[in-house]
């Protein structure tokens, strides 16, 4: 073959893997799953009147990002403080019921609205990744924790305490929780679309994830991840995320070394019925990367209640306790 057919070969072969790419990231968006009951009807049954008013602190980027701060009883001493992180779509009214106990046990109990939820910025995105880690050093350097420190997250929001306790950042809290963690769609624990909780445009994430190793982030605000809201839940939830958001508000994408670079004490808990994640598969994965992190799995307990139920939340506070 000669060079100028090489070359025509070469050129047809690249263009064919551009419109390739290009027609995953323009057609490969997420689908719209149906609303899933058992995410959306348990809130219905929280109080939410005793509700902190929401407080805010400055990002490096000067926005005003929301929490809300559950104090002690009077005359209890202070046992430390634990700082939450909600899960997938959620926002700091959905560890409401979690922050509540832990303050009545003594702990100073802070709740975050991550940004792109809730009322911390625009909801579903973000602007790079890696912003989320910058927002949370800022929380910690805005508002003075009582040691013993612990960071807590649930389901997303657990995979996102897991980033942080294997980065350079972990020994800025002492202690470290995953309640319910997502790890990854690849990991022994994931189930399909997380048990109908989301439609993943996997196409678009692959040509994205692609462009990204090569520099190229300018489609990352792009929506990949669709998640199972009713309409009514829609209006205050965050439907919708980015693939900056999705790929920073969770572990590493190479979760397995996420987990073994973690040297801060670490505890899970989760609810032995998970309809979002096979948590019973937890403990091997740790065990597998060399941690000897206690799972506590709560009988008869589903994912969104392990955030509700008084025998789940109370295991929480045990755990922390145990801490």
């Not at 005359?75 to 009545?104: C, F, W």
């Not at 995105?125 to 912003?131: N, V, W």
């Not at 692959?206 to 309409?231: Q, W």
């Amino acid at each position: 073959m000669s060079f100028s057919a090489v070359v025509k070969t070469a050129i047809v072969f690249v263009g064919i893997i551009t419109v390739v790419f290009a027609a995953a990231i323009i057609f490969g968006g997420p689908g719209s799953p149906k609303p899933m009951v058992s995410i959306n009807d348990p809130f219905k049954a929280v109080d939410f009147s005793d509700l902190p008013s929401l407080l805010r602190y400055k990002a490096r980027d000067g926005a005003e990002l929301a929490y809300r701060r559950y104090a002690p009883r009077r005359g209890t001493a202070l046992r430390g403080s634990v700082v939450l992180v909600h899960g997938s779509s959620g926002s700091s009214t959905s560890m409401h019921v979690i922050a509540k106990a832990l303050a009545n046990a003594g702990y100073a109990a802070y709740a975050l609205d991550m940004r792109g939820h809730g009322a911390s910025g625009p909801k579903g995105t973000i602007a790079y990744i890696g912003q989320l880690e910058d927002d949370l050093d800022s929380f910690v350097k805005a508002v003075p924790l009582a040691k013993p420190a612990t960071l807590a997250g649930f389901s997303s929001g657990g995979g996102f305490v897991l980033r942080v306790a294997g980065s350079q950042r972990q020994n800025a809290f002492q202690n470290y929780v995953l309640l319910s963690p997502f790890l990854s769609s690849r990991a022994p624990n994931s189930r399909p679309d997380s048990g109908g909780w989301v439609k993943v445009g996997i196409p678009r994430i692959i040509g994205l994830t692609f462009l990204n190793h090569l520099g190229l982030r300018i489609f990352n605000d792009l929506p990949v991840i669709n998640f199972a809201l009713s309409e009514q839940a829609k209006s205050f939830l965050t439907s919708t995320y980015t693939f900056s958001l999705t790929a920073n508000f969770g572990p590493l994408q190479d979760y397995e070394a996420n987990i073994r670079a973690v040297h801060q004490p670490v505890k899970v808990v989760a609810g032995a019925s998970d309809e979002v994640f096979e948590t019973a598969a937890l403990e091997k994965i740790f065990r597998n990367q060399g941690q000897s992190w206690p799972v506590t799995l709560v009988p008869g307990i589903g994912h969104i209640q392990l955030t509700l139920n008084p025998a789940a939340v109370s295991a929480i506070v045990t755990t922390i306790e145990a801490m």
